[in-house]
């Protein structure tokens, strides 16, 4: 059975950090691609970051220069360090993982980051 367990959300103050973590099982970790997408109110779900198990990594224009993925492959676990938070940020947000066909991908349960003042 896959897990993907998502920890680490919150309120912050704009300017703030946070660290999202996605805790993986019942998958051969070190072989998929992972990612953090987010939705927000009254929007479509939109891919924040990816890593691949290549360790190449990808990120959405509105994020580059603030947010930074990693993944420990020992630890089954992949990791979104937000800087420099922005209310525009506010969302759920969501591990992703999948091998071979996005279609065919494994979601969390998400969860809720708000930035506000």
């Known amino acids: 059975q896959v897990q993907l367990v998502e920890s680490g959300g919150g309120l912050v103050q704009p300017g703030g950090s946070l660290r999202l973590s996605c805790a993986a099982s019942g998958i051969i970790f070190s072989r998929f691609t992972m990612g953090w997408y987010r939705q927000a109110p009254g929007k479509q779900r939109e891919l924040v970051a990816e890593i691949s198990s290549a360790v190449t990594t990808n990120y959405a224009d509105s994020v580059k220069g603030r947010f930074t993925i990693s993944r420990d492959n020992a630890k089954t676990t992949v990791y979104l360090q937000m800087n420099n938070l922005k209310p525009d940020d506010t969302a759920v947000y969501y591990c992703?993982?999948?091998?071979?066909?996005?279609?065919?991908?494994?979601w969390g349960q998400g969860t809720q980051v708000t930035v506000s003042s």
């Open positions: 992703n993982a999948f091998f071979s066909s996005r279609a065919n991908s494994f």
